[in-house]
């Protein structure tokens, strides 16, 4: 803190909200004190048998042994350290992980879980700690205090272990931990894996989970709930949250032109650098040089990994994710109001996506709702959070050999009793199927051909996202169907829109939107609507 206040080093705005939420919430406390002597066995600890510290990393480090007076707990209880690639991440936990196990913790039995999604990644501290103890400089001492065996790690003294799992949750129960590792969390499709492991902390004094990762391309899944949460903590929006929160990465993607700002992604770039910063430097510096002859996607990787700040390929989605994400707002009563129904029926063997579009202003407010069959989910691994999106609200799941076309039309009937729902848009593929049904409720259907509207509507779908004029609410399937869209731009310039994984990637629900999207003429604006002048 002391640095960035003398202007010695650069920290991304995250970093500022940190030192700021410190001086105003933290620090002055009465009621909480450092533990510095636990502190100095930790970095003597490390720096003898691993690496020197930075400064940024005994300042973490540091919040690790906060702890309350009364009680003696940790003051923190999760760590968030969300840092680029070669940022020290791994070597950091390997260190703290071999401390926490050892007499210098001073607590028996304090089991410590790694999960990552894949052995290879879970592995990576777990490989580091046992190459520390086998083959160390001072291997003799290490190898005297603790038995490292390729599948786990334990003390001799206090009985505490180390193991690594994979995230399959289904089959994995945690250990009667101390401390949980969640490694690259951005791979984390929900809160599964984080369920099953914390349920096991607790019953072992001063337990702590440490969520660790760059950022990556996975959207709308536990990363971007868990950095969601942490603006909130940094914000001061939730002072009892025991989150601490340390984001670094670019504020902004001009920054990544100038090399001095890289540091603000990756604080191993911090002056003085250490041999192994200026060496990385190095490296990241001839990848960046080189993006100029390489493909889109190198960039957005570069810019994802090395400077942990999310980049979207425009040429191929339809939107940031930070457009999609600004979809999130409240919606307005819209009751009586004038609108257009959105039918997607492309397959009654997976999903129908159903929804009416309505116009305030400038805005387009899209109520959706999706019928998802049963078998189908037990047949493919969607890796997305089906069932909670049911309990929420936002889909039904049916126990059927086919989504049987009642569900559709009793959803528009249901619907037309509260908006004003006259006219519905479907693609002619399969229309057919429910066609009859729908008119004979009344309804006006209007049939289009998808790929030749999504030509034209293309201009307009880029504008009304990047100008923040969606609204589908808090609707997490949503967000998830547009961010898995597709754009195919052909010979002629023309784009169409498509699936970024044909059965896992599912869009019924932004295809239903299109279609509604357009014939948005037949929305009267503003307009409120009275059943009493509908002859049904």
């Given amino acids: 803190m002391d640095q960035y206040d003398s202007g010695l080093i650069k920290v991304s705005k995250y970093l500022v909200f940190l030192f700021l939420y410190l001086k105003k919430h933290v620090l002055n406390r009465e009621d909480i004190y450092f533990d510095v002597e636990q502190h100095e066995r930790y970095i003597a600890f490390t720096e003898k048998n691993y690496f020197p510290l930075m400064p940024f990393q005994k300042f973490i480090t540091a919040f690790v042994f906060l702890y309350y007076k009364d009680d003696g707990f940790p003051f923190y209880e999760q760590f968030f350290l969300y840092k680029a690639r070669g940022a020290g991440k791994n070597g950091l936990i ?316 009793n959803w528009f009937v249901k619907m037309r009793e509260i908006y004003g729902l006259t006219t519905i848009v479907a693609d002619t593929f399969r229309l057919d199927l429910v066609k009859t049904a729908l008119e004979a409720e009344g309804f006006e259907i209007m049939y289009v051909r998808t790929k030749g509207i999504e030509a034209l509507l293309a201009p307009r779908v880029e504008t009304i996202f990047a100008e923040r004029r969606v609204v589908y609410g808090d609707n997490p399937l949503m967000r998830w169907y547009t961010h898995n869209v597709k754009v195919i731009t052909d010979a002629k310039g023309n784009r169409t829109y498509g699936k970024k994984d044909e059965v896992r990637r599912k869009t019924d629900g932004f295809q239903a939107f299109i279609h509604a999207l357009y014939r948005d003429d037949l929305i009267e604006d503003d307009a409120d609507f009275y059943l009493m002048d509908i002859s049904f």
């Fill in 94 to 409: 390997s260190s703290l992980v071999n401390f926490f196990i050892s007499d210098l913790h001073g607590i028996d039995n304090y089991n410590v879980s790694i999960v990552a999604n894949s052995e290879e990644q879970a592995m990576t501290s777990f490989n580091e700690i046992y190459n520390v103890i086998k083959t160390s400089e001072n291997k003799k001492v290490l190898e005297s205090l603790f038995h490292a065996k390729r599948s786990e790690i334990v003390s001799r003294t206090n009985g505490s272990r180390i193991k690594f799992h994979t995230s399959n949750a289904k089959t994995k129960d945690s250990l009667r931990d101390g401390c949980v590792i969640y490694d690259e969390v951005h791979e984390f499709e929900d809160s599964t894996i984080v369920d099953v492991f914390s349920s096991g902390l607790g019953k072992v004094k001063n337990s702590r989970e440490f969520f660790i990762t760059t950022d990556g391309f996975v959207r709308g899944g536990y990363l971007d709930d868990l950095k969601e949460r942490a603006i909130r903590v940094l914000n001061g929006e939730s002072l009892d949250d025991p989150l601490f929160v340390f984001m670094a990465t670019l504020d902004a993607d001009t920054e990544m032109d100038d090399p001095s700002n890289w540091q603000k992604a990756n604080p191993m770039f911090h002056e003085p650098m250490s041999d192994y910063a200026k060496s990385l430097f190095r490296k990241v510096k001839t990848q960046y040089i080189t993006l100029g002859n390489s493909k889109p996607s190198a960039r957005i990787r570069f810019m994802t990994k090395r400077m942990n700040f999310p980049a979207t390929d425009l040429e191929t989605s339809v939107a940031t994710w930070e457009e999609i994400e600004a979809t999130s707002r409240e919606i307005i009563d819209l009751s009586h109001r004038s609108c257009v129904g959105g039918l997607d029926f492309a397959s009654v063997r997976d999903f129908v996506a159903v929804g009416l579009l309505f116009k305030n202003g400038d805005d387009y407010i899209w109520l959706s709702h999706s019928f998802v069959r049963r078998g189908f989910l037990n047949a493919v691994d969607m890796k997305a959070p089906i069932e909670d999106w049911e309990k929420e609200g936002l889909l039904t799941i049916v126990d059927e050999p086919v989504i049987n076309i009642k569900h559709v039309v």
